[in-house]
Each structure stands twice: as C-alpha cells, then as structure tokens.
C-alpha cells in the first residue's frame, strides 16, 4: 500500500487540486494526508478542513519542508510513502506502476517521478550528487544525466518521491536541520550510504507547477535559506577541497554584486553573505 504525503504552507486551492487529480486517476481507495505548514493565511486552515478523505496535520509553525513530511509520515501506515508537492498534478494512474516497480526492483530503495511542465516539457528532476563540479555543470544546463531510461541516480527530486518505508525510517527521514532545498539530496545520500539504489522512473510522470522557480529569481530570505542548506550539505557530504572551493566562489560572487551590483543584487549578497564565514556547526541549527 501507498501513502501519499502532501505538504502545503498556504495555497490550499493547489492542495485541493493536487488531490483531486489522484483520485480522478485511482480506481481504488487513497491513503492521502495532507500537513499543513503553519501557514500563515487564516483562510487557508479552514479551506483545509474541508478536504474529505484525507487525514489533515496542523503544524502550529512552519518548521520546514522535511520536518512536515516527516509528521506526514509518521501519521501514515503504508509500506511505501509517495511524498508530492502540493504543486503536482497526476494525470494518469500512478500508484499501481509504482507498487510494480518496487515489487520488480528490491535493490531500489527510493524512486523519483519524471516531472513535467505544463506543456510536456521534462523538468530537470536528477542530477549526481552535488558537488562544486557537478553543480556548476548542472547551472550550465549540461545533463549530468538523460531523461530517459530508467536507471540508478544519485538524487532525485522530492517533490515527487517514492520510498519505502522501512528504507526511509532507517535513514532517519528527512534532516530537519534543512529548512528547504537540499534536503532531498540529503536523504538520496543516506540512503545510497546505507547500500540502497536511487531509481529514476521516466515511465511515471507527474506535471510540476513550480518547477521553473530558481535561487537566482528568489527573494533575499530565501536565497538565504538555499546558501544555508547548501553549505550544509557539503559540511556533511563532501570533501574539504570541495567546501573550500564551494566558500570560495560564493564569497567572490556575491562581494561583487555587494559592491557592483543593482540594487536588487546588493540587497541578496547583504542578506547571504554572513552566512558564507560561519562555521558547518553553526549551518547545521
């Protein structure tokens, strides 16, 4: 059985879409629960309460991407646990390709969906593990991997992942020291360093709305938050060339744009730059 996790933090009209969508494309029963984030629009809770056939979480704050499908799991009894975006719609029936496909691939401890744009397109969903290398390919829209064939990865995304459950509660779940982004990076390494393989599944799409959001358009806090979980990410995972290098190229870039950039530009460095000289202890509270 399949329990499908859904996290929101306000916007509960894309979480009513979002399930809808799976029951339009599911024959049998659904074990959905939707965690709501401490969202901050009164209307939202209230819009929430009116799901059916969903078991519905209240989270009093916003603790994070990873914290609240944490909870979201906790609250679900399925062998598999299908975590998606509130941003994602099905529109095909998805459950039963994924249960085959664990059932055929025991060495597969987690899955990523193929994500698509509203027109068809594929998202750029699986990469290798980041690393100052892999990452500057992957800004320079080099594929690090095709997206076709279904075959091991390194990480794949969270906003539509599937994971056993026994895979998933041995690593831990997500780390909730992730506010957001990386986390789902994070948990593809734990679990490929626990001797479990990371499928990409091509066959099982899924459209993504917020799929074409990038740190670059983001406001000052949250690019904040993405330099944190990153330079967290390489504390715990990557070698200490790769920190340096990492520390390096993130205090030059953004010193330049402190001191020549707009004022947009002037605005992110100042809020990021802080957070490039403190220590992978302080990055990991």
Known sequence: MISIVIVQYNYPDLTARAVESLRLHHRGELDITVVDNGSSDADARAATEQLTGCKVIFNPVNAGFGAANNAGARGSHGDLLLFLNNDTLVQTEILPQIESYFEGNPSCGAAGLKLLNEDGTVQYSTGKFPTVWSEWRMSRRQELYGSQGTARRD??????????????????????????????????????????????????????????????????????????????????????????????????????????????????????FPTLFRSSDEHRH
């Open 155 to 272: 990480w794949v995304s969270g906003a539509a992942l599937a994971v056993r459950r026994t895979v998933f509660n041995d690593a831990g779940g997500f780390d909730e020291r992730y506010f957001m982004y990386f986390e789902d990076a994070d948990l593809c390494a734990r679990i490929h360093d626990a001797g479990h393989e990371i499928h990409y599944l091509p066959a099982v799409g899924v459209v993504h709305l917020g799929g074409g959001s990038q740190p670059g358009g983001l406001s000052p806090s949250v690019q904040k938050e993405y330099r944190r979980s990153q330079l967290l990410y390489y504390s715990q995972h990557d070698s200490m060339i790769d920190n340096v290098l990492l520390r390096a190229y993130l205090a030059a870039s953004f010193l330049f744009r402190r001191l020549l950039g707009t004022r947009d530009q002037r605005s992110v460095a100042s809020s990021v």
